[in-house]
């Protein structure tokens, strides 16, 4: 059997053109691009045009509850572009930037795979065009201005150390940081109290920057962060410490959209990205807005499952920015039926219908719950060398019989010529005029009932427990004014319900919220359930001790 190269040897050889070539393409002039490099730009806000955005068609992809490895949401989400592309349907990608965390950790990056890539693949996964870094600083210079002001004794708004909610951000796993303490080493260093780092992606910012309409809106929003309470328990907000102005100039480029190309030069725009199980987990609003000025179709992602990724987007991110979806791709791996079925990890690769049949159930769920907001799924098979074709067969059937299409995605292998089914599916379910987009719940309701909501309709729970710290920040929020707010659900990932270890579609359970998290300037209220790591650790064999660079400068090792 002939080797298969690694997604990084792929998309090194790939024949880039240049970025202004790729604008053009969008009708974009080369003098209003800001380059960074050959194959990656900056665009302008400017270009977002409401009309437009009205008249073209928003796909989402999203996934059935994944494995640990993932099921290909964006090497589907590429693939699509390209074969939509290739049937005459002029489509633009829009997606997430990688965190650095998950890089050089497990998962590794986030461009896609195989023939299904965007490139430049090494610039994307690692720096890019700095915007982390920028949210970092942002943030980072927030928590500098909270402890300056807790040691002044000029300008003091008589913070409450003990009360102060922002944590420090790195782009990194790194354990260590979760919980320490601060200002050690005399009055000099500052005042001690406890801290920790989060993942930058878990940053406030990150989502506020992905939530925001324009520059204005940015502003706003961060003016609104909750710092904490006074001594006497007034809250203190960003901008009562002036930080609005000196966050935004660290922002001013980081807003903007990143232009890039896939292996097949159709255009993408990459912008934002943070996790979805403990935030909304969809690129920016600005860019999903700009992609549907400059395309009749834009194709975007939500992460991990449909249950956190797909329901977020719908519920939080399409009611703020005012958009209307006209489909929805359920990508289901074989792989990931057989582990909802009862497979151990090793037997992933392993062909068992029995195991297929029995993990459908989790798919049927995810159909389910689609419906719910008014779209008709269409299921890609994310193909596997290790699927067999009566487990391929069985599924096709299945979906057939629930009024679903399922097609086979065979897009990390041949790139856009394996995804011409799946594209002539999605163009047909937009054109029949069956989905009509709306929400699961009113913002207006109480938190309670929002969240018993999308426990009961997308979960399957019987109920929903409030542990008494719950009920306590319940109170809280409501005193502070954030009751309108959506909810924004910290679950795993790993399974529908709040347990991990419950595969397939679990029954007979209820959630229990541990705690809430308010992200005031985002715009959302943060029910907890579980134990939600904001700052992952790298695992046992991180890796990043696969990587390396060669005498040439070429990368090697990166995935």
Avoid at 462 to 475: C, H, R
Wanted: some cysteine; proline content about 5%; charged content about 25%.
């Amino acid at each position: 059997m002939a080797r298969v190269p690694s997604d990084l040897e792929i998309a090194q050889e790939a024949k880039m053109k240049p970025i202004s070539q790729i604008a053009s393409r969008l009708g974009i002039e080369e003098n209003i691009i800001e380059r960074y490099g050959n194959y990656k730009a900056k665009l302008p806000l400017n270009l977002i045009d409401d009309q437009k955005i009205a008249e073209n068609n928003l796909i989402l992809v999203t996934a059935l509850t994944p494995t640990p490895a993932g099921e290909g949401k964006t090497t589907v989400t590429i693939g699509l572009t390209e074969g939509m592309n290739k049937i005459g349907a002029p489509t633009m990608a829009v997606l997430r930037e990688p965190s650095l965390g998950p890089v050089f950790g497990i998962k590794g990056g986030a461009a896609g795979g195989g023939y299904s890539q965007v490139v430049p693949m090494e610039d994307i996964n690692l720096h890019f065009t700095g915007d982390f870094s920028a949210i970092e600083k942002a943030n980072n210079l927030l928590a500098a201005m909270i402890d300056n002001n807790l040691q002044s004794r000029t300008r003091s708004l008589n913070i409450d150390g003990r009360t102060v909610a922002w944590k420090r951000v790195m782009d990194m796993n790194d354990r260590a940081l979760r919980q320490i303490t601060i200002g050690l080493g005399g009055t000099a260093n500052g005042i001690p109290r406890e801290d920790g780092f989060n993942i930058t992606a878990a940053s406030e910012i990150m989502a506020i920057l992905c939530m925001s309409n324009d520059l204005a809106d940015l502003k706003e929003k961060l003016g609104n962060i909750f710092v904490g309470f006074t001594m006497d328990r007034k809250p203190i907000y960003a901008r009562d410490l002036n930080a609005v102005g000196p966050m935004t100039v660290l922002l001013k480029d980081a807003i903007k959209p990143n232009l890039v190309q896939t292996l097949e030069h159709n255009p993408v725009l990459i912008h934002g990205g943070p996790f979805a199980n403990i935030a909304q987990g969809t690129n920016s609003i600005i860019a999903t807005k700009m992609g549907l000025s400059l395309s009749k179709y834009v194709v975007t992602e939500a992460g991990f499952g449909a249950d956190l990724g797909a329901e977020k987007f719908f519920d939080i991110k399409c009611v703020h920015g005012g958009l209307k979806p006209k489909a929805v791709v359920l990508v289901v791996t074989i792989r990931a039926l057989r582990h909802h079925g009862g497979a151990a990890k090793e037997e992933y690769n392993t062909p068992s219908l029995e195991r297929v049949k029995n993990g459908f159930e989790n798919v049927v769920k995810h159909i389910e719950n689609l419906k719910k907001f008014g779209l008709n799924p269409v299921i890609a098979i994310n193909n596997f060398i290790s699927d067999s074709a009566e487990e391929i067969e069985f599924i096709k059937a299945e979906c057939q019989a629930l009024g679903v299409k399922a097609v086979l995605s065979e897009g990390w292998a041949k790139g856009g010529e394996g995804t011409q089914e799946l594209a002539h599916a999605v163009v047909e379910e937009i054109d029949s005029g069956k989905s009509h987009f709306k929400a699961l719940y009113d913002w207006k309701l109480p938190v309670r009932e929002k969240i018993e909501t999308i426990a009961r309709e997308i979960y399957g729970a019987d109920g929903v427990v409030f542990a008494k710290k719950a009920e306590l920040d319940l109170k809280r929020i409501d005193s502070l004014g954030l009751s309108g707010l959506p909810v924004c659900m910290a679950k795993t990932q790993n399974s529908l319900s709040d347990n991990p270890k419950a595969f397939g579609k679990p029954e007979n359970f209820k959630i229990t919220v541990r705690e809430f998290e308010f992200a005031a300037g985002a715009g959302f209220v943060i029910p907890i359930l579980g134990n939600m790591m904001r700052m992952p650790g790298l695992p046992s064999i991180p890796a990043a001790e696969g990587m390396d660079v060669d005498v040439d400068g070429r990368i090697i090792g990166l995935s």
